[in-house]
């Protein structure tokens, strides 16, 4: 099993990025995901997670209204807009497999101006 984030890099407050996370060695269509972050001296932060069709999503309070998860199944890539960003969204942040011990290598995610 292996999950690849990228897009993550420096933007300044109020900006967006888009992260995603390419899975592989496993049947991505048949499990929901989450996307995780931890900030420095913080421990890890569930951001928001999406069921395995796409149809369910839910999300950290922090997050409601900028932050949209999504999937495309025929690609095996989960992704996460983030829109409106500020500085306490700087964080690494983390694709993971829930129920597992599978999570992806993080994409440092820096809100500055």
């Known amino acids: 099993v292996q999950l690849v984030e990228s897009g993550g890099g420096l933007v300044q407050p109020g900006g967006s990025l888009r992260l995603s996370c390419a899975a592989s060695g496993f049947t991505f269509s048949r499990h929901g995901m989450s996307w995780y972050r931890q900030a420095p001296g913080k421990g890890r932060e569930l951001v928001a997670t999406i069921s395995s069709d796409g149809g369910s999503t839910n999300y950290a309070d922090s997050v409601k209204g900028r932050f949209t998860i999504s999937r495309d199944n025929a690609k095996n890539t989960v992704y996460l807009q983030m829109n409106s960003l500020k500085p306490e969204d700087t964080a690494v942040y983390y694709c993971?497999?829930?129920?597992?011990?599978?999570w992806g290598q993080g994409t440092q995610v820096t809100v500055s101006s």
């Open positions: 993971y497999r829930p129920l597992t011990s599978y």
